[in-house]
């Protein structure tokens, strides 16, 4: 446990100070430059999706950058891997939806297969069942 306490906050502690470091720069370019990394683009970003490009999981990350006004550029924001600075250059809103119980339907699939898988998993956990299938075929 004092592991795992240990680099969570190592790792807080790293994001604070590139967060400081990055703290007050207008311009993407300039501060790409000052902390050694290079400004990257992403086009075509839905508020749905469920990781920033490089394939990060960057759930609140994400959320923050949708919070943006257009032209806006972002405080430092803290994720789970790095630290971000967003420039939000424009914001398409999304289309009315025509029918919201298909989205509620496949939603409520979505959640009874993970209920059910997670439930499955857990009922093998308890019972203590090993799968040895994968040593026969």
Same mark, same amino acid.
């Given at each position: 446990?004092?592991?795992?306490?240990?680099?969570?906050?190592?790792?807080?502690?790293?994001?604070? +100070?590139?967060? @400081?470091?990055?703290?007050?720069?207008?311009?993407? %370019?300039?501060?790409?430059?000052? /902390?050694?990394? !290079?400004? @990257?683009?992403? !086009?075509?970003?839905?508020?749905? &999706?469920?990781?920033? $490009?490089?394939?990060?999981?960057? *759930? #609140?990350?994400?959320?923050?950058?949708? +919070?943006? @006004?257009?032209?806006?550029? %972002?405080? $430092?924001?803290?994720?789970? /891997?790095? /630290?971000?600075?967003?420039?939000?250059? &424009?914001? *398409?809103?999304?289309?009315?939806? %025509?029918? $919201?119980?298909?989205?509620? =339907?496949?939603?409520?699939?979505?959640?009874?297969?993970?209920?059910?898988?997670?439930?499955? =998993?857990?009922?093998? #956990?308890?019972?203590? /069942? @090993?799968?040895?299938?994968?040593?026969?075929?």
């Amino acid at each position: 446990v004092k592991e795992v306490l240990s680099r969570e906050i190592i790792k807080e502690k790293k994001a604070e +100070a590139f967060a @400081q470091k990055m703290a007050g720069h207008a311009d993407l %370019s300039a501060l790409a430059s000052a /902390v050694g990394k !290079s400004v @990257q683009t992403a !086009s075509d970003m839905a508020f749905s &999706s469920f990781s920033i $490009p490089g394939g990060y999981s960057e *759930t #609140e990350v994400i959320g923050s950058i949708f +919070a943006l @006004q257009p032209d806006a550029t %972002s405080a $430092p924001l803290k994720g789970d /891997v790095a /630290v971000y600075v967003v420039h939000m250059t &424009s914001l *398409t809103p999304a289309p009315e939806m %025509s029918d $919201p119980s298909v989205e509620q =339907n496949a939603l409520a699939q979505r959640l009874q297969g993970r209920a059910e898988t997670t439930l499955f =998993n857990a009922l093998k #956990e308890e019972a203590d /069942v @090993q799968d040895f299938r994968g040593k026969y075929y």
